[in-house]
């Protein structure tokens, strides 16, 4: 629709300038949120008061807009020097629209604040976070500026493509290693190619996937068992048969809230070898 086009070329106008706000020589994380859920819910309440109490780690949270900024800062008062709310202009109505959200959370990576900036969706616990920073960018190659890991899945269905052989697996976009501004163009790529790669389910993921097959150089694949572990638990039965795999967990991604077993796994993984 027009309305539609409009919105797309609104967001492409925006990474033009958001390419001049990189803040050089920094390292920090980057979130993105939007809508009353996510601002006000526990996730990104938890992740805000892991990063508040951290030391030496700088933040920076992408909401759509001016409104959500105050909300948001109201929230963080304590921890304003440490993190930075900025808003990209856009309606909230507009974000209530199948796959907005995931142009939105897009949208958010292309402001890439930091010279090394982590990038991880808002239901994730981070142990140690100087340890994931340092071990994850030190995994990345000269060349490689997108830090990936593999999805569980490797290619879920609905999500295929017959340009990719079946053997190229997914990367999951919930947790992110950017070396800014060398992932800039990666980045609005992977927009553009939203519009054309959209699965039914609404997830960027396919998107990414193509856009890592010809791009594969300048990709780092990470450890999954070590950056987005989906369940560190070694009682839990994906890892049942190696509970090795729990202590080397520095990222956990799952919905906390949602779900009995990932609490029980939270707590599991608050008391592992890294806590």
């Not at 601002?39 to 001016?66: D, F, S, T, W, Y």
């Not at 010279?115 to 994931?132: A, C, G, M, P, S």
């Not at 993921?205 to 856009?211: C, D, E, K, S, T």
């Not at 990222?251 to 029980?264: D, E, F, L, T, V």
Request: with cysteine; charged share 20%.
């Amino acid at each position: 629709s027009e309305l539609c086009r409009s919105f797309h070329k609104t967001m492409m106008s925006m990474v033009f300038f958001l390419l001049l706000d990189i803040v050089k020589g920094d390292t920090g994380i980057l979130l993105a949120a939007t809508g009353n859920r996510v601002l006000e819910g526990l996730e990104l309440r938890i992740l805000l008061e892991e990063i508040c109490q951290a030391r030496k780690i700088k933040a920076h949270i992408v909401v759509a807009n001016k409104k959500e900024v105050k909300k948001l800062e109201s929230r963080i008062k304590e921890c304003n020097e440490k993190i930075k709310v900025s808003h990209l202009g856009i309606k909230n109505e507009f974000l209530q629209r199948t796959g907005q959200l995931r142009k939105f959370k897009i949208l958010a990576l292309t402001q890439c604040p930091f010279n090394k900036t982590l990038y991880v969706d808002n239901d994730v616990e981070i142990n140690e976070f100087h340890q994931v920073m340092q071990k994850g960018f030190n995994l990345m190659t000269e060349g490689q500026v997108i830090g990936t890991t593999l999805s569980a899945n490797c290619v879920p269905m609905k999500h295929e493509n017959k340009f990719i052989p079946t053997s190229f697996c997914e990367r999951n976009g919930g947790v992110l290693f950017l070396k800014c501004p060398e992932a800039m163009p990666l980045l609005k790529q992977w927009l553009s190619l939203l519009y054309k790669q959209i699965s039914t389910d609404g997830h960027d993921q396919p998107a990414l996937r193509v856009l890592a097959y010809h791009n594969s150089n300048k990709f780092a694949v990470l450890p999954r068992q070590v950056f987005n572990c989906r369940h560190p638990c070694p009682s839990s039965s994906q890892n049942a048969s190696n509970s090795s795999a729990f202590h080397n967990c520095l990222i956990y991604h799952a919905h906390i809230p949602k779900h009995a077993i990932n609490r029980s796994e939270l707590h599991c993984f608050r008391r592992s070898a890294f806590s």
